[in-house]
């Protein structure tokens, strides 16, 4: 977001979906890495990834250029996907991450560059369309895993992250709309603001600390079930 002030309950809420996908990703690496069952709350994580795509379509109507910002995103998005290879191939993990929630973003945030000059009511009649695609595209199974981007792959395809173009860039899309509508005036629309906190500095800093976060949340793990002795 590149605005002489930036808005608070944005960075805010980023930071909220960040917390929610950490608790998401511990529970995965407990069940998936450290063989240790625990419940999942499903729709924790689910509320993460929609808010996530909510605040980016929102944020790109805020931005200079979310084209840029946008390649910077999905170069990181690259960067995770060839860590998350090697890291695969010599640990068998199965955490590889081949087309997930940061490379949909990424182009999201590319399209959205030229999608938010666009009328609301026709970024709506394209969210609907990618939704109604959608529906389309989870029924073919026998075209391959060429085009996994847009959801299409057959039942080999595996990404422990995985937010096909089709259909969440209608997500994106739709806060493309909501933040138009809400931000037109590009600041805050409360008349108060919390002030610095970590909530919100996690949501300021959010992709690099993506970046970094599964690593840290494996070694913790690790350190607590070995001092525990539960591994």
Request: charged share 10%.
């Amino acid at each position: 977001m590149e605005t002489q002030k930036r808005i608070w309950e944005i960075d805010f809420l980023r930071g909220v979906a960040f917390i929610c996908m950490v608790y998401d990703h511990v529970v995965y690496d407990l069940n998936y890495i450290f063989g240790i069952k625990t419940p999942q709350i499903d729709f924790i994580g689910d509320f993460s990834a929609i808010l996530f795509m909510l605040l980016c379509g929102v944020s790109t109507t805020l931005s200079k250029n979310s084209l840029k910002r946008g390649a910077i995103v999905f170069g990181a998005a690259l960067l995770l996907s060839a860590v998350t290879l090697t890291v695969d191939l010599l640990l068998n993990t199965r955490l590889i991450i081949v087309f997930g929630i940061l490379h949909m973003l990424g182009i999201a945030m590319m399209l959205a560059y030229f999608i938010k000059k666009l009328p609301n009511a026709v970024i709506a009649i394209i969210s609907a369309a990618i939704f109604a695609l959608s529906f389309v595209f989870r029924n073919i199974r026998n075209a391959g895993n060429i085009f996994f981007a847009f959801g299409i792959h057959d039942h080999s395809f595996y990404s422990s992250d995985y937010y096909p173009l089709i259909p969440y860039l209608a997500v994106v899309f739709i806060g493309i709309i909501i933040g138009k509508i809400v931000y037109a005036k590009k600041k805050s629309i409360f008349p108060f603001s919390i002030g610095n906190n970590p909530v919100s500095f996690i949501g300021k800093h959010s992709l690099i600390i993506y970046l970094i976060h599964q690593p840290v949340v494996i070694s913790i793990l690790f350190l607590i079930l070995k001092i525990s002795g539960q591994i």
